[in-house]
Structures are given as structure tokens and as C-alpha cells.
């Protein structure tokens, strides 16, 4: 049983909450998420570790509720319990002083970049971010991530803040004026914007790193499920990953996998079910 | 001894295991075999020789005293049966149930020369049933030695080893990567086949003798066989098969193609098949295809028709002959309405217009001469091509070395696929680390995991002889 510290919500269905989990605490890196079952019967959600506090024992993990699932784990208030959580799972970041690097959020993207920024930050690399949102509101931890960044750009698909337009608009300008090349573009949201970015800086020759996250369930390697095509090969995303070469994914693959569930209706059968 | 001679006992015919009916099972998730009644079990116990060679004993790998717990049972003492059976075997009702039996202790059964073997597995499983109901399980011995050992896995290897430590009086603590215990017994193998209030029981067993396990720590990654090591006085390595094998032909990553790895955790573990909406889904397909002959693709197939698929069909590249599977499994599994296609290799799986499954492309196979496991190697007959309309894949080709501890712990010897390398006492390469099970052997049964944790759980407590407990230094 792990105690629930604090809740609170940050944007529209996005919640911080900060965990008692010592031992994922202490062994956690950036980069690394953890597998979240919320009580008996309740499904197995990968959730990427956004902080730790190993001298308090705890984990924060920042949750955007999209399902029935998410929704019932961010219903969970601050003195309450998750039955189970296990990590920290997958690759740890690969962290050095690369220089310059850029680092593109969308929506809830912006949890699963935060501790990686956070890490190249610290580690001496200069940033810059750029962070979008359909509308303001979900521009999340923009001042958080600007706090340790050189440049942050907030971009909204309604100009309510920053830029109006993609992610990918400042993205290229940032590329087309800089006079070094930076050393690698990180890329967390969306399943298109992950890809649209990719796209962008192909031409470039500069390295995209995306963070992956299709569906699985042991989050261990065991089940199979989280596999995508890497250039050509077959990995699986919690132990090869969660992050990848942005340039060799297959990103077709990788977005009929997240939704096919989503196809299904209650009893489990396709809707345009085929005839036997 | 009860007062039959050879010739009477000779005289008794193999007894029957009362099962549900095919058509109705099919459709539920609960077990098929009944158990046999007291009166049906004593019979059958009987007809034990109790031949001076008893060769059963050397087929079992955890080497149950058999003929004496036949011979309990045959005088109506079951509790004396189950006292015997505990000594050898830390789950019973288990292996009376998931052990390949005809390859083991019935297959050696001099009765099964003229007729058939004793039903051992059947007795077993009957003899463990009946203590689970009407016996306290074992306690701790009241003499504890001090050393504390940790387990690596609660499948059959960590648990088997975990019971026989706390019998000699070691502190056992097991770590479990998943959230509930058991391993393949509760994400693998099926309700039908193994009903998980069975599991449960055995790990309160366990429990009852002192046993700590602690759920959601994954080794390698929460923590390290290092820091294990620094806290423990020896470590038992079983936590179980790895990363599951595809077939590596086009099309295995549309959607409803599972590995059986999957499926099945997803039906068992995270309890899809009982349709709650609140929890994990499956997809339901209306023709499943699975692809492999072993036990675990016969528990796939099966899980497929109780899912409500119209037709669930085995495709196998040997002939039935070679499959691996259990023999009462394919028998079950016929019975129940399971097509096999056998002789027949996988090309492609083709997907529709939304980018589900919609059929799979197969190649017609003949038997040529035997390969180095010594079964006939399958060729391909040119121009045998074929499609099978399916809408949903399941790929059980067995797996390959989990990565996680072992990426960890650089100086732990592996062999080229990744398994850990143990000798014949199940020590490894690194001082008081024993490993044993599926990392070991790297795909393998319940009981040969069980028969590493027990001959692991002999060698450490050989090792501890001598040392002082690291808690008392």
C-alpha cells in the first residue's frame, strides 16, 4: 500500500500527486516511470516518475485522466492509499553535457519532459522549451520548466498564450536561425506532435528523442504488449525504453496499438466485427 | 499395509476423474476435472504394487515418497498420505494438477507396461485437497537459525524453495515483481486448469510457516541483487521466464495479435474474463489462431473459446505426435471443440482496412528427419500456400532471458541466451547466489522450477552450515 501525500489538480484533468514509495525514490532516475494499479480488479497503469524525494521517500507522478482508470487513480486524496505501484521501470535518460538542447512538450508531454529537462538542466546543457497546449490552460509546468531553461516558448492552438499555433511553429524558426546546431531535440506529447516533430528536424540531421508510451501491463518485458518498430526492429518500450530515435519509429504502428481498445465495445468485440 | 495380493490389485481397473461436461465448459472458466471422490481415490491407491525399484519416485523431480503415500491412502489414512506428501512437496495441489505426469512418475509406473499407470497426479491432487480442507497447515519449527534468505520470485521455484528453507528453520523473505503472487500459477495457467483459490491456498502455506512475501518489488530495478545480498545471508534467483518470442513474419504487430505471455496475464492476472469494464480488457476475437503446440498454447486456445471465439484453432509446424503439450491437455482441448491445424508454419498475418487481423497466410509443412531435439524437423511443401480467415492471433513460442536482474549484476555468469548459468546444486557464479527455474533453464515446466528450488533450498542451507547470520554480526 502506498499513502497518497498530496493532490492537487494543475490544469483540466491533470493532477500532481506526490507518493510514499521510498525504495522507487531512491532508485529512480529521470527518464524511468513506475506501474500504478490503484486497487484490487483495477488496471495496471504506466505512469512516468516526474520527481523523487529519496530523503522524504516519496515520488511525484503527474496524471492526466483520460480514462476510466487515470480518472479513478487522480480521485485519490492526499491520506488515502494506492494498493500498488512498482518501478522504477524502463531505461533511464542517457544524461551528459551535451551543450544545446531543445526540449518540446505537448499537453500532458510536458510531465514526462519535466525531469528530463530537469536532468539535462542540471547536468549543464543549455535549454531551450518550448511548450504547447490546445488553449492556457493546458500549457502545463511551463514556469517550472522555464525556471531552468535559457528560453521557454509557450504555444496555444487558440493564441490564448504564447504563439498561436503548433509547437513545431518556433521549433523550426529556433532551427533555421541558430547559428550552433543543437545537439538533440527531446520530444514528448502526442502520438502526431511526436511525429510532426520528428518530421521537422529529419531534414536538419539533428537527433529527436521521443518518449513512448503504448499501452502495457507488467511494464517488465514479460507481456509483449508495448512493442513497437524501432528502424525496422521490434522493442519493446519498458525495458528497450520508453525513448527512442524520433527519426526510426514507426509511428502508424504505434498509434493503431494505443487505440485499439478504444475500437472495442464493452464486451470486448470490434464493432465491425468480421464474420466467422 | 492392506491385506490385497498382487493379483488382486492387478485385478483393479484405472479409475476415471470426473469432469465437466465439454460443451458446458467451454463456455465457463471453471475447472474442468472434479477431483475424485474418497471411496474412488482409496480404490485406485490399491492399485499400487509397491514394487521394491520404485520407479516413480526416480521419475518425480522433486523425488515424492510415492508408493508410501499410496499405501497410506489404500489403508484409508489420508492425513498420513498428506504428512508424507508435504515432506517432499511444497505444492501439492499444484503439481497433482499442472505436472506433466506421463512423462514422470506414471510414466515409469511398472504398471503402465500391461495397461495402465497408477494415477498418481490424480491421487496427489486428491491427498493435497483434502488436507487444504481438513488439516492446520504446517507451523514454523520453533528452533530458527537465524539466517535470513531472500527469494527472488513467488512462481513454483521461489515458492518450493521458500517452504523448504522455513521447514529448516531459515527467515525467508520473497520479493515479487507483480503485484499478486504465484508467478505462471496466476497469470499463466488458466482457472480451468488451476483454480487460483488453489495458489492462494499454497502461499498461505507458506505464509502459515513463516514466510514473508513482499509484492511490486521488481529485482534489478526497486532494488538490486547487490543490496539484497548486503541484507541476506544467501539469495535464491527464480524469477521465471522473460520476454516472449514472436514469429517474425509481417503483420505481428496489428492489432489482435497477442503473445500468449499477454493473453493470458490479461485473463488470469488482471482477471479480463470476467468482463468487468472497470478493469483490464481483452479482445474477444469470434476465430482465434493460435500458433504453438506446448502447454501454454493449448491453455491459449482453450482461454479463446471461454472468451466466446466460434472457432479457436491450434496451428502447429510438427504433427500432433511432437507436439509438447500434455497429453490430457490435447486430449481436453479436442473435447472441447479445439480445431488443429497441424503441419502447417505461419507466413504472414494480414490485416483489414482498419488495421485489424483478418487472416493469417500458412504454408504446408512435411515431416523430414529428425532435428537435435530428436523430433522430426518440418519442411515446407512448395506451393501450399493458404489463408484462414481469423480475427485475432496468439503467438506461444515460448520466451526468451528476462534482462532486468541480470542487466544489473555484471559479475552474475550468464550463458548466450541471457540465462543465468547454475551447477548442479543451483549455485551461480557469485558467492551464496543460487538460481533456478525458467532464468536457468529458460523455458521449462512448474515442477522442473520446483525441483531447482528444492535441491537450491538443500544447497543453501548446506551453505549457511558453519556461518554466523549477518543480522547476529
Redesign the interface.
Known amino acids: 500500500m502506498f499513502k497518497v501525500i498530496s493532490n492537487e489538480e494543475i490544469a483540466p484533468q491533470l493532477h500532481r500527486m506526490v507518493i510514499e514509495a521510498p525504495r522507487i525514490a531512491k532508485a529512480r532516475k529521470p527518464g524511468q516511470f513506475a506501474i500504478v494499479r490503484l486497487r484490487p480488479g483495477a488496471e495496471r497503469i504506466p505512469l512516468t516518475i516526474a520527481d523523487d524525494d529519496p530523503v522524504a521517500g516519496t515520488i511525484t507522478l503527474i496524471i492526466q485522466a483520460v480514462g476510466y482508470s487515470t480518472q479513478e487513480i487522480v480521485a485519490t486524496k492526499a491520506g488515502e492509499y494506492i494498493q500498488n505501484i512498482a518501478g522504477p521501470l524502463g531505461m533511464p535518460t542517457e544524461i551528459e553535457n551535451w551543450g544545446k538542447v531543445i526540449c518540446v512538450g505537448g499537453g500532458a508531454g510536458a510531465a514526462v519532459l519535466y525531469p528530463l529537462a530537469k536532468a539535462l538542466a542540471q547536468a549543464g546543457n543549455e535549454l531551450i522549451t518550448i511548450i504547447g497546449g490546445r488553449s492556457a490552460e493546458y500549457v502545463i509546468l511551463f514556469d517550472e520548466l522555464a525556471a531552468f531553461s535559457k528560453e521557454a516558448i509557450a504555444t496555444t492552438e487558440d493564441g490564448s498564450m504564447g504563439e498561436k499555433g503548433f509547437v513545431t511553429g518556433p521549433l523550426k524558426r529556433i532551427l533555421d536561425e541558430s547559428t550552433t546546431k543543437p545537439h538533440a531535440v527531446y520530444a514528448v506529447g502526442p502520438v502526431p506532435m511526436m511525429r510532426a516533430v520528428s518530421e521537422l528536424t529529419r531534414p536538419y540531421g539533428v537527433k529527436t528523442i521521443v518518449s513512448l508510451n503504448p499501452i502495457m501491463i507488467d511494464g517488465t518485458g514479460m507481456c509483449g504488449g508495448c512493442r513497437v518498430t524501432v528502424g525496422g526492429e521490434v522493442k519493446f518500450a519498458c525495458v528497450d525504453g520508453p525513448e527512442f530515435d524520433g527519426h526510426q519509429v514507426d509511428y502508424d504502428e504505434l498509434f493503431a496499438r494505443q487505440n485499439a481498445y478504444q475500437e472495442l465495445d464493452e464486451h470486448g468485440c470490434r464493432l465491425d466485427s468480421v464474420k466467422v | 499395509m492392506t491385506e490385497l495380493t498382487i493379483k488382486e490389485r492387478m485385478a483393479i481397473q484405472r479409475t476415471t476423474m470426473p469432469e465437466q461436461d465439454p460443451v458446458e465448459r467451454a463456455q465457463n472458466f471453471k475447472e474442468v476435472n472434479q477431483g475424485l471422490p474418497l471411496e474412488w481415490a482409496i480404490q485406485e491407491a490399491k492399485r499400487c504394487l509397491g514394487c521394491k525399484k520404485r520407479p516413480c519416485v526416480d521419475g518425480c523431480p522433486v523425488n515424492v515418497h510415492i508408493p508410501e503415500f499410496l499405501d497410506k491412502l489404500a489403508e484409508g489414512d489420508v492425513a498420513g498420505a498428506a504428512t508424507i506428501l508435504r515432506v517432499d512437496n511444497a505444492l501439492p495441489a499444484t503439481t497433482g494438477r499442472v505436472c506433466p505426469q506421463e512423462m514422470q512418475c506414471e510414466g515409469k509406473c511398472v504398471r503402465g507396461k500391461k495397461g495402465q499407470p497408477v494415477a498418481i497426479g490424480w491421487l496427489e491432487r486428491f491427498v493435497a485437497d483434502w488436507a487444504a480442507e481438513n488439516m492446520e497447515p504446517d507451523k514454523a519449527p520453533a528452533e530458527q537459525t537465524g539466517f535470513r534468505v531472500a527469494v527472488i520470485g513467488s512462481g513454483p521455484g521461489g515458492l518450493t524453495a521458500a517452504g523448504e528453507l522455513a521447514r529448516a528453520g531459515h527467515g525467508v523473505h520473497v520479493f515479487e515483481?507483480?503485484?499478486d503472487t504465484g508467478g505462471v500459477l496466476r497469470?499463466g495457467i488458466p482457472e480451468f486448469r488451476l483454480p487460483k483459490r488453489i495458489v492462494d491456498q499454497e502461499v498461505e502455506n507458506l505464509r502459515s510457516l513463516g514466510v514473508e512475501i513482499e509484492?511490486?518489488?521488481?529485482v534489478g530495478?526497486?532494488?538490486t541483487l547487490s543490496e539484497i545480498r548486503d541484507d541476506f545471508d544467501a539469495v535464491f534467483v527464480a524469477n521465471g521466464?522473460?520476454?516472449?518470442m514472436?514469429l517474425n513474419v509481417p503483420g505481428?504487430?496489428?492489432?489482435?495479435v497477442?503473445?500468449a505471455?499477454?493473453y493470458l496475464?490479461?485473463t488470469n492476472?488482471?482477471?479480463?474474463w470476467t468482463?468487468?469494464?472497470?478493469?483490464?480488457?481483452?479482445?474477444?476475437g469470434?476465430?482465434v489462431v493460435v500458433f504453438g503446440g506446448g502447454n501454454v498454447a493449448m491453455d491459449s486456445v482453450r482461454t479463446a473459446k471461454r472468451?466466446g471465439a466460434?472457432?479457436a484453432i491450434i496451428a502447429y509446424r510438427r504433427g500432433k505426435e511432437e507436439m509438447p503439450a500434455r497429453v490430457e491437455e490435447v486430449h481436453h482441448a479436442e473435447e472441447e471443440g479445439i480445431e488443429f491445424h497441424l503441419l502447417v508454419a505461419p507466413l504472414e498475418i494480414l490485416e483489414?482496412d482498419?488495421?485489424?487481423v483478418?487472416a493469417v497466410r500458412l504454408q504446408k509443412m512435411e515431416l523430414g528427419e529428425p532435428d537435435a531435439s530428436g523430433r522430426r524437423r518440418p519442411v515446407a511443401v512448395p506451393g501450399s500456400e493458404f489463408e484462414l480467415?481469423c480475427?485475432a492471433v496468439v503467438v506461444a513460442l515460448g520466451?526468451v532471458a528476462?534482462?532486468?536482474l541480470t542487466n544489473a549484476e555484471p559479475d552474475l555468469k550468464l550463458d548466450k541466451w541471457g540465462n543465468i548459468i547454475a551447477d548442479e546444486s543451483q549455485a551461480t557464479s557469485l558467492d551464496g547466489v543460487f538460481a533456478g527455474g525458467d532464468i536457468v533453464r529458460g523455458g521449462a515446466t512448474v515442477i522442473l522450477a520446483m525441483g531447482d528450488g528444492k535441491c537450491a533450498a538443500q544447497s543453501i542451507d548446506e551453505y549457511l552450515k558453519g556461518k554466523t547470520p549477518k543480522a547476529a554480526a
Request: glycine share 10%; charged share 30%.
Open positions: 515483481a507483480l503485484h497469470y509484492c511490486d518489488v521488481i530495478r526497486t532494488l521466464a522473460g520476454l516472449p514472436f505481428e504487430n496489428l492489432k489482435g497477442y503473445s505471455n499477454e496475464t490479461r492476472l488482471m482477471g479480463a468482463g468487468d469494464v472497470t478493469g483490464t480488457p481483452i479482445f474477444r469470434r476465430r472468451l466460434e472457432r483489414d482498419k488495421g485489424w483478418r480467415e480475427d520466451t528476462n534482462p532486468l
